[in-house]
């Protein structure tokens, strides 16, 4: 590696996104207030897929994996981004910065895939009814989902292991809340042209992969949805899906804007905008977009809750 001696005695430095003025004291406790909604709702998921066994089905285990994402993803950024803000100290370790790097590249690749995967569920669920079962069973399920997980976790060694070969040796200062793969570039000494174009080639199979294969997905489903002849089953089938839809146009919208310019396009305070964006109010939204949409999250929601399981 090419490390110089300075980047191993110092600590690298998180400038923020919030100072003590009152409005930014407002817009902090705000994303505070989001970060837990994102938190309970996300655990709130989790535990009720888990513990109601009417939602021991493909689609509710795929969304569950989903909120698992979600809220690893929450706790990867904003605890540190909160301690540093109450605490003054805006210092990260090399093995912290290391950390968020991995686990935010890793859980938004897995995520990814994992929602291309929600898509084939509901093309199979919809075009296919009578073969979900077959097609759908929950080895293949619990493969894919491994499949997502595994694939996520790949491309983040390789992020990794490119960002740890930089060589830093100018200021240590971060342009960001958490340590983004993007905020480094502008902190090395070398050139950094490779390892964009390695970025920008992850981003594809991250990205470009995933969503055609939901493009194809739905664009089976609506001629499926548009054939249906009874008005209650278009109606099922076009709630669940927009549900799906809007969680997608949100997370690749906002991930693909980030991560698929060119770097000399980036400024820090755009990135850092748009990074609260996917990291933490997108979090927030899927528990919301598919428990209030969705009957049978919303009933086994207030079952569990009158019989006490989750309070």
Not at 259 to 265: C, F, G, K
């Amino acid at each position: 590696m090419m490390w110089r001696n300075q980047t191993f005695s110092s600590d690298f430095i998180l400038l923020g996104i919030f100072n003590y003025s009152p409005t930014h004291i407002f817009l902090f406790s705000l994303v505070m207030g989001i970060f837990s909604v994102a938190f309970l709702g996300n655990t709130a998921m989790v535990l009720l897929i888990y513990l109601d066994t009417h939602l021991h089905i493909s689609m509710y285990f795929l969304l569950s994996q989903l909120s698992l994402m979600d809220l690893m993803l929450i706790c990867t950024t904003v605890p540190k981004m909160a301690f540093n803000y109450f605490s003054g100290s805006k210092s990260i370790s090399l093995a912290g910065c290391g950390a968020q790097i991995f686990f935010c590249v890793s859980l938004l690749g897995a995520e990814c895939f994992l929602l291309a995967v929600m898509a084939y569920d509901r093309y199979v669920a919809i075009c296919h009814p009578l073969r979900y079962t077959i097609l759908m069973n929950q080895k293949l399920c619990a493969l894919m989902t491994v499949a997502s997980w595994i694939l996520g976790f790949l491309d983040g060694i390789i992020v990794l292991v490119a960002a740890l070969s930089l060589s830093y040796c100018s200021s240590l200062e971060i342009h960001h809340f958490f340590c983004d793969v993007a905020a480094l570039f502008p902190l090395s000494c070398t050139d950094t042209s490779a390892f964009e174009r390695l970025l920008f080639i992850c981003c594809v199979v991250m990205l470009i992969l995933p969503v055609s294969v939901i493009i194809i997905s739905y664009s089976y489903v609506l001629q499926a949805v548009i054939c249906m002849s009874s008005t209650e089953s278009r109606r099922k089938a076009f709630t669940t899906c927009s549900s799906h839809l809007s969680v997608v146009g949100l997370y690749y919208g906002a991930a693909m804007f980030m991560y698929m310019r060119p770097a000399s396009n980036h400024t820090p305070d755009q990135d850092k905008i748009v990074s609260v964006f996917y990291t933490v109010l997108t979090p927030m939204l899927n528990p919301l977009i598919y428990s209030l949409r969705n009957k049978e999250v919303s009933r086994g929601l207030r079952k569990l809750l009158r019989k006490g399981k989750l309070v």
